[in-house]
């Protein structure tokens, strides 16, 4: 079974930078779409970024490309979110997701879809003066 953790929330301040962490266990992330999502309240769950085929393909979402980046440790088994001058608006709860259907293989799907089989719980990133 594919489990996910995702790591590494805190406050920051704005124009502050934040790694989050994704573990990915029964499976590696090579086999594997990784998605980010982020959901503050009374707001719809929103992709973030997307990370498919070992690299091979990315999608950043619009209100994060520029600032965020996702790196990858094949060793730990891990996917990053670099999240750069960051400002009050990414304050959210931040997921990590995974999905091996055909339809993930192209990460810029990720601007119309939002649905991963494999969720993991939160980490919650707080920007604010």
């Known amino acids: 079974e594919v489990q996910l953790q995702a790591s590494g929330g805190g406050s920051v301040q704005p124009g502050g930078s934040l790694t989050l962490s994704c573990t990915i266990s029964g499976a590696t992330f090579g086999d594997l779409a990784i998605g980010w999502f982020r959901q503050a309240p009374g707001k719809e769950r929103e992709g973030v970024f997307c990370f498919s085929g070992e690299g091979s393909s990315t999608y950043a979402g619009d209100s994060v490309r520029g600032r965020f980046a996702v790196a990858s440790d094949s060793a730990k088994n891990t996917v990053y979110l670099q999240m750069n001058n960051l400002e009050p608006e990414d304050t959210a709860e931040y997921y990590c997701?995974?999905?091996?259907?055909?339809?993930?293989?192209?990460?810029?799907?990720?601007?119309?879809?939002?649905?991963?089989?494999?969720w993991g719980k939160g980490t919650q990133v707080t920007v604010s003066s």
């Open positions: 997701a995974a999905d091996s259907r055909p339809i993930w293989k192209y990460c810029s799907v990720m601007a119309y879809y939002s649905e991963m089989n494999h």
